[in-house]
């Protein structure tokens, strides 16, 4: 019968050493990559947030797998991301095929039904953003933005028409 509860002193060791060294590793390679690996997440980062995880976990349980193949996992994970995230930040195309757009749920006072339709969006989440920011109304806000990292960002009346944050709502809203 296998052993469900206990294997042995060795193996128990072995966990809590690789354990140690694989979490130190992982955390000086995040360290010295810069706070873009650690940012608030869009789904690119996501998905390397989980690879990194996945990588750890395997590391610290699979036998087979030796901590140095772990760290060269961690560091190929955190460069591969560094060199999508140093591109996409220099090329519009690269950025837009790893990242997606802000979109307008709400402008000027109403309700995109056809982006919040695409976007999976129902109202009651949008009313909910504006309520954590104080609004009682649609009409007290210029926009509602999804953002990027899937969060909603409300963007109260601006009176001025010529002030910089006028003017992006009116390019994206085109």
């Known amino acids: 019968m296998d052993k469900i509860f206990f294997s042995d002193w060795q193996s128990l060791i072995r966990i809590f050493i690789i354990s140690i060294a694989a979490y130190l590793a992982l955390v000086f390679i995040l360290r010295i990559s810069g706070k873009r690996t650690l940012s608030k997440m869009n789904a690119f980062d996501l998905i390397v947030t989980i690879a990194l995880g996945?990588?750890?976990a395997t590391v610290i349980l699979n036998?087979?797998?030796?901590?140095?193949e772990g760290v060269l996992a961690f560091t190929l994970?955190?460069?591969l991301q560094y060199i999508i995230t140093y591109s996409s930040a220099r090329s519009?195309?690269?950025?837009?095929?790893?990242?997606?757009a802000p979109t307008l749920m709400a402008y000027k006072g109403e309700l995109l039904q056809k982006n919040m339709r695409s976007e999976r969006i129902d109202e009651d989440e949008v009313w909910a953003a504006l309520r954590k920011k104080g609004y009682s109304s649609l009409s007290e806000t210029d926009a509602v933005v999804l953002e990027t990292d899937g969060s909603l960002t409300v963007i109260k009346r601006i009176?001025?028409?010529e002030a910089p944050a006028v003017k992006v709502l009116l390019k994206s809203a085109r």
């Open 54 to 56: 996945s990588t750890l």
């Open 63 to 68: 036998k087979n797998v030796t901590l140095s």
């Open 77 to 79: 994970l955190v460069f």
């Open 92 to 100: 519009s195309r690269v950025s837009q095929l790893v990242k997606s």
């Open 159 to 161: 009176t001025d028409p």
